[in-house]
């Protein structure tokens, strides 16, 4: 499978500074990004997303970036919390599919 | 007020065993989703039904059968349970038409001995 030899990617900031979390898709005909959140013990909560025809979009205190030439995305986080701290899956998927493909996510780990 | 959950959270049992997760979502949603996650967190799609009807079915053994009575409920039963079937299973939902996002459960962690 997919994550056989792969391990948890994990970024460690300080509480304030901001998170840059980076994710590559292999899709071309991927259309919609999402970008979840997943605490420990929880199952992946919605963070934000964006659509092809766009390459940012801001939420608060999030941003997503999209670069459809290269197939990467983005998210960056403003002012990290310790709240913050959880395992970031990005996703992307084609209309019509219903599949959608996560990445391996990454470990966000806020340091007080 | 849980918009998606499933039952059991913990479920230990013993390889042959044959088990059942039940999955409820209450957000009026026509697509739902079953996912495997691994220790090393690793999301797989697995099935995928809208308004009742099989849409995706990943390359997953036959031992998994899912189930989808109506809209709002995606069951998945698991025959002859294998020490490999250990992981976190996540039912989601999400809205009928275009793609949009996705709402996840809880989870139900599966260890098989």
């Known amino acids: 499978g997919e994550s056989v030899g792969l391990h948890l990617p994990t970024l460690s900031v300080q509480e304030g500074d901001n998170s840059i979390i980076n994710c590559a898709y292999s899709?071309?005909?991927?259309?919609?990004f999402i970008w979840y959140k997943q605490e420990s013990g929880k199952g992946p909560q919605f963070i934000i997303d964006i659509r092809s025809n766009m390459d940012k979009r801001q939420g608060q205190r999030v941003t997503v970036l999209l670069n459809k030439t290269v197939k990467h995305l983005s998210l960056q986080i403003a002012a990290t919390q310790p709240g913050d701290s959880a395992v970031y899956f990005c996703?992307?998927?084609?209309?019509?599919?219903?599949?959608?493909?996560f990445g391996t996510g990454t470990r966000l780990k806020v340091l007080a | 007020d849980t918009a998606v959950s499933q039952t059991p959270k913990y479920l230990v049992t013993q390889m042959g065993n044959d088990k059942s997760i039940k999955c409820e979502q209450n957000?009026?949603?026509?697509?739902m989703y079953w996912y495997k996650q691994d220790s090393k967190k690793f999301l797989k799609i697995m099935f995928s039904?809208?308004?009742?009807?099989?849409?995706i079915n990943e390359t997953v053994p036959n031992r998994f059968s899912p189930k989808s009575p109506d809209k709002a409920h995606l069951n998945l039963h698991i025959n002859s349970l294998e020490l490999g079937d250990s992981a976190v299973y996540f039912c989601?939902?999400?809205?009928?038409?275009?793609?949009?996002?996705?709402?996840f459960g809880p989870g139900t962690r599966l260890l098989v001995l």
């Open positions: 989601a939902s999400s809205q009928p038409g275009t793609v949009g996002t996705q709402y």
């Open positions: 996703a992307d998927v084609t209309s019509g599919t219903y599949k959608y493909i």
């Open positions: 957000l009026g949603h026509d697509t």
């Open positions: 039904y809208n308004n009742k009807e099989l849409i």
């Open positions: 899709n071309s005909a991927s259309d919609y």
